[in-house]
């Protein structure tokens, strides 16, 4: 068994050990990664003269045959490939000859995998942020949608004051927002090339880290190779955005699961979105909302992990690093199919006005407009909400409808008793970014002029 290492060891690496040090099975994923950092590195070499021209020529044309080999799944991987990088060098000496064998001239895996890991994370990023933007469209469309439909707001999960189901749609909408600005910042700090750094220390041949970064497309070069090969912020702030953003997703998934129960009925599923039970012939499932929730949970252990695994690690690099990429892999796969699981269901579920707006006209959640009317009509605040507060208790005691007990009422009568019509009280919110109709409509189109902004923001790649 020969490694790209073996020169110094007399005998075999046992088994075991290659079982365990491997990283093959999962970091073969950035081949397409591996290849571009091995073509600018190969460039660079030339350019600075540490490979001729026919030599770079032949180095490109083996990694050329490489592409296509893995690109067509017949690449012939060997029980000495440690990892996606050791392999492709191996595969490009056996093509290439001495050329391939210079291949890693002044680059160690250390600054090859950093280099690879950005350029995937940077890529990665901007396609989750495309993601939650369409998830956003299919908010911003349900919110037209839902014109002057209105539902209970809550705080406490008790019924509060009324609002527009737009207004609460755009509320999940706004909110990842930011997690799409948080992505975008993220992938803005790791766009940094750490090709140059060497295993630790740089290097004693003339190599020009600006070069391959700007073949890369990295923003910016590293500034300390040791910083370079041992920084994974990238991987952690990444999985941060990740997971917040996985958070936020669960808590319109439990909103979900809630509002198609029976008990509160606000939504129905559409059946290419529910599951049934293998059991209970009648059952009609909200899974993929469950499995949103339990997401969030599988994100936050990821994210957790990797900070535990670098918090002890001295400069520069340490094998410890070899474990962000599982967790960081599954961060990407797992919030992807949870967006586009949960926007198709938010695109196909069935708003169900008539519950939602029997639930907000019950009386009490007008309380609150009652005790502004009074504000208006000169009355303190603080006393304004004991009246209202003493008409709530009594009629909840004597079993008396609210509109009764306040149209006769020598403050309030009549006029009052109007606002606890159904459907009056929601259009009170008036004040800007609030839950009625005409601060809902300014919102709209806000949120549009956002979310287009937005889009221009979205990296091509
Ligand atoms: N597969 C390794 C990783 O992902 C490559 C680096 C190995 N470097 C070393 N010095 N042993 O981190």
């Not at 075999?12 to 081949?31: C, G, I, K, M, Y």
């Not at 180095?59 to 080999?69: G, K, M, S, T």
Request: proline share 4%; with cysteine; hydrophobic share 45%.
């Amino acid at each position: 068994m020969s490694t790209l290492w073996h020169g110094r060891f007399e005998g075999d690496p046992a088994e075991e050990l290659l079982a365990f040090t491997v990283s093959l099975p999962f970091d073969r994923r950035l081949w397409r990664d591996d290849l571009r950092g091995s073509r600018a590195h190969a460039r660079m070499l030339a350019k600075v003269g540490l490979l001729t021209a026919s030599e770079l020529a032949s180095v490109l044309d083996a990694l050329d045959v490489v592409e296509a080999e893995l690109a067509e799944d017949r690449f012939t991987f060997l029980a000495s490939d440690e990892d996606i990088h050791t392999a492709v060098e191996r595969r490009v000496t056996e093509l290439a000859g001495a050329a391939g064998g210079k291949l890693h001239t002044g680059r160690s895996r250390n600054d090859q995998v950093a280099t690879d890991l950005r350029l995937f994370t940077r890529r990665e990023l901007g396609d989750v942020a495309r993601r939650v933007v369409a998830l956003q469209r299919v908010l911003l469309d349900r919110a037209r949608e839902a014109g002057e439909t209105y539902l209970p707001g809550y705080t406490h999960l008790q019924r509060a004051q009324p609002v527009l189901l737009a207004h609460h749609l755009l509320a999940h909408a706004w909110t990842v927002g930011r997690d799409v600005d948080r992505l975008l910042d993220c992938r803005r700090r790791l766009d940094v090339s750490p090709l140059g750094a060497g295993a630790l220390a740089g290097s004693s041949l003339p190599l020009d880290p600006r070069a391959t970064a700007t073949e890369l497309g990295f923003a910016r070069v590293f500034e300390n190779s040791l910083d370079a090969v041992s920084d994974r912020d990238f991987v952690a702030e990444a999985l941060f955005c990740l997971t917040l953003l996985g958070v936020h997703l669960s808590r319109v998934a439990e909103e979900v699961i809630l509002w198609s129960s029976e008990e509160v009925g606000f939504l129905r599923l559409d059946d290419s979105y529910s599951t049934g039970s293998s059991m209970m012939p009648q059952k009609k499932n909200p899974d993929v909302a469950e499995l949103t929730r339990a997401k969030a949970a599988r994100l936050i252990g990821h994210l957790t992990g990797v900070l535990a695994m670098l918090k002890g690690l001295p400069l520069a690099y340490n094998r410890d690093l070899q474990d962000d990429k599982e967790p960081l892999f599954d961060a990407f796969d797992q919030t992807k199919l949870a967006l586009s699981a949960m926007g198709g269901l938010l695109a196909t579920s069935r708003f169900e006005r008539r519950a939602m707006q029997a639930a907000a006209d019950s009386p009490y959640l007008a309380a609150t407009d009652l005790a502004e009317w009074l504000v208006g009509r000169g009355m303190p605040f603080r006393e304004a909400h004991a009246l209202v507060g003493a008409l709530v208790r009594d009629s909840l005691k004597r079993n008396v409808a609210l509109t009764e007990l306040v149209a006769a009422h020598p403050s309030l009568g009549t006029e009052a008793a109007a606002l606890l019509a159904p459907g009056v009280a929601v259009n009170r919110r008036t004040t800007p970014g609030g839950a009625g109709r005409e601060a809902v409509a300014t919102q709209l189109q806000r949120f549009a002029q956002f979310l287009e902004a937005t889009e221009h923001r979205l990296p091509v790649e």
